[in-house]
């Protein structure tokens, strides 16, 4: 069963940093696309960066300059790396995975982590 983890939420001052880690595993044959996603109470949820073929890269608007994705081949797994966070930052932070398997393509997502800027 291929599934995602992620882990390195918490609760963070205004200004402080966060990396977030995510590590897929099961029956993986290849991955196109990497992300993050976020959610926050009362608003959609809304993509925060993404990686394509562990090369191209691109972020919301409102993360650019101040978070950085980043992905380990060898070991399925993408990072967030959050800097300068602000209050506005808090969210659930989800992976989400394009990912070949035996059965197929298909598009799978981690359970969550939260994230809380305040101080």
């Known amino acids: 069963q291929v599934q995602l983890v992620e882990s390195g939420g918490g609760l963070v001052q205004p200004g402080g940093s966060l990396r977030l880690s995510c590590a897929a595993s099961?029956?993986?044959?290849?991955?196109?696309?990497m992300a993050w996603y976020r959610q926050a109470p009362g608003k959609q949820r809304e993509l925060v960066a993404v990686m394509i073929s562990g090369v191209n890269t691109n972020y919301a608007d409102s993360v650019s300059g101040r978070f950085t994705i980043s992905r380990d081949n060898a070991k399925n797994a993408v990072f967030l790396q959050m800097n300068s966070l602000k209050p506005e930052d808090t969210a659930v932070y989800y992976c989400?995975?394009?990912?070949?398997?035996?059965?197929?393509?298909?598009?799978?997502w981690g359970q969550g982590t939260q994230v809380t800027v305040s101080s």
């Open positions: 099961g029956s993986i044959v290849s991955i196109n696309r």
């Open positions: 989400n995975a394009r990912m070949m398997t035996v059965t197929g393509w298909g598009d799978y």
